[in-house]
């Protein structure tokens, strides 16, 4: 009779041989939308909250004291109504710390005037990027087949309306590949026209389109700048939809063809 062999267990994969409790949790993260920087406003340090509790102190008149007790000006002021700021704050530690009677009215109108100026100034920033001259000596170059489908014109216009948006200058050419079908003159010249009118939009030529419609044919644009004149639509001009309107029905007619 012969010898039994050991039956051979299936070698598992690693991470079903190592211990759970030495295998690295798989953590997934998500990416939200970076908010809006909020305007900070550095609120006053009162009463209780000042650190030091030996301070030099002006009063109601004007007048400098030294060396006073935190403590003894908190119970001569009227609690109700005022309170005792710490001026120097924000300065370096060996500066002698200064207080201030200062009353509840002119805290708020001081928080609202810095408040205001934060938000005027972010404003102001804000108009600065949007007038920033624009980067006009940037070209790229997009290649488009008179036989595109919807889905890639769609995906294609996408990508030069952002370079318009930019500010970059867009050479966008027409051409022929090898193995394409053949496409109806009145199909390709519908194709260009409404590439047009959406691409002005965001652009605007800046020299004369280069070649024939059915061969290579090249149109130029760059981003509109603070100096060029609005957009204005045509009264009979439809919405960038159909652009992708007529590619299916370019589809279609391949299809046919």
């Not at 008149?61 to 704050?89: C, M, P, Y």
């Not at 370079?163 to 390709?188: A, D, N, P, R, S």
Request: hydrophobic share 35%; proline share 7%; charged share 35%.
């Amino acid at each position: 009779m012969p010898p039994r062999l050991p039956l051979l267990r299936p070698l598992l994969p690693l991470e079903y041989r190592i211990p759970p409790r030495f295998l690295a949790p798989v953590i997934t993260r998500g990416y939200a939308a970076k908010p809006a920087t909020p305007i900070k406003v550095i609120k006053p340090i009162l009463d209780e909250a000042i650190k030091p509790r030996i301070v030099n102190f002006v009063d109601r008149n004007g007048k400098f004291h030294i060396d006073q007790s935190v403590s003894d000006l908190l119970n001569q002021i009227d609690r109700r109504t005022e309170h005792i700021q710490w001026v120097n704050a924000q300065a370096k530690n060996d500066t002698t710390p200064l207080c201030k009677i200062i009353t509840k009215e002119a805290i708020r109108n001081q928080a609202k005037a810095k408040y205001e100026k934060a938000k005027e100034e972010r404003i102001k920033a804000k108009e600065e990027r949007e007038t920033k001259p624009l980067k006009t000596n940037v070209l790229k170059e997009v290649e488009l087949s008179w036989a595109i489908s919807s889905h890639d014109l769609g995906h294609r216009m996408k990508k030069i309306l952002e370079f318009l948006e930019k500010g970059y200058k867009v050479e966008l050419t027409f051409g022929t590949k090898k193995g394409m079908q053949k496409q109806h003159l009145e199909t390709m010249e519908n194709l260009v026209e409404n590439l047009r009118k959406n691409l002005a939009r965001l652009g605007k030529e800046w020299a004369e389109p280069q070649g024939s419609i059915g061969r290579r044919y090249t149109l130029y644009y760059r981003g509109r700048g603070p100096q060029d004149e609005p957009y204005q639509p045509e009264a009979d001009e439809t919405s960038e939809e159909v652009i992708y309107e007529d590619s299916e029905m370019m589809n279609n007619e391949n299809r046919q063809v």
